[in-house]
């Protein structure tokens, strides 16, 4: 009995990780869109807290004449003013050229590509909210496509971002390069630091901050990672709270930073001070 009861475990282990989503991914909230049912196969993942739902079917649902395809690994969504790129394994989708952070990775189930609603939702110019006494989410819809990057983007601070981020962060995981990011945008609302992302990455109040300025990698083209860390900062998003300062400590002479400041996180190679 006892080897039958571990053999029962192993198989539900096995079924899970067979699944492409976490073992607690076991309901199946309803989804409601502009308060009328829609049957899009929503997947509440209890381990992430986050409520998944499948591109394709959700696309149709709230976008009726969407196309959708599977290209160059990764599904592709197309109507009229919008085009959306979810990857699996990212923690952002593409949504006519802006970065939208998930949070919580793309992922697969039963073949289907699937995405954390409110990033999907959202880069439809649609709203969501989870009502917790009937486990149903609630999508409100919008203009139906959210603001192209080209007009909600600066181009001068995405450029200088977009540099220091490659720069300094090369070989870092994305969210280290969101982190390098966050710094920079931190210094810009401080008042202690210059008012902009290129003062900021310029100053020299306090000696040089940042090597690349001096050693000239300021002014190579950003890789492609880069910029869309450097996007998604633009958006809004943080994973460092108020940190101000980082350094990795296998290659820094000066500990400066780690004497005098609050330690927050590590990220990759990175640790961050606020």
Not at 54 to 65: C, D, K, M, N
Not at 67 to 86: F, H, M, N, P, Y
Not at 95 to 118: E, Q
Request: hydrophobic share 45%; net charge neutral; aromatic share 10%.
């Amino acid at each position: 009995m006892k080897k039958l009861t571990a053999l029962c475990a192993l198989l539900a282990v096995l079924l899970g990780l067979t699944l492409g989503m976490a073992a607690g991914a076991v309901i199946s909230p309803p989804v409601y869109i502009d308060g009328a049912p829609a049957s899009v196969g929503a997947v509440l993942d209890k381990s992430v807290d986050t409520t998944y739902v499948p591109i394709r079917a959700f696309s149709y649902a709230i976008r009726p004449g969407a196309q959708v395809s599977w290209e160059k690994g990764q599904a592709v969504v197309r109507c009229g003013d919008l085009t959306i790129t979810a990857r699996e394994n990212d923690c952002y989708i593409v949504a006519n050229g802006r970065v939208l952070y998930t949070r919580a990775k793309v992922t697969s189930m039963n073949g289907s590509i699937m995405v954390p609603v409110r990033a999907l939702a959202g880069a439809f110019d649609a709203a969501v909210e989870w009502h917790d006494a009937t486990c149903s989410v609630s999508v409100t819809r919008g203009s139906g496509a959210i603001l192209p990057a080209e007009k909600f983007y600066d181009a001068d601070a995405l450029l200088w971002l977009s540099r220091i981020i490659s720069a300094e962060s090369e070989g870092e995981p994305f969210l280290g390069k969101v982190a390098v990011g966050n710094v920079i945008l931190n210094r810009v609302k401080c008042p202690d630091f210059p008012d902009s992302i290129w003062g900021v990455i310029f100053d020299r109040n306090w000696g040089v901050q940042f090597e690349p300025t001096i050693n000239g990698r300021i002014y190579m083209t950003p890789a492609n990672e880069s910029v869309l860390a450097a996007k998604m900062c633009l958006e809004g998003v943080s994973v460092v709270g108020d940190s101000l300062y980082f350094l990795n400590p296998a290659k820094s002479t000066n500990f400066w930073i780690m004497q005098n400041r609050s330690y927050v996180t590590a990220i990759g190679d990175h640790l961050f001070y606020a």
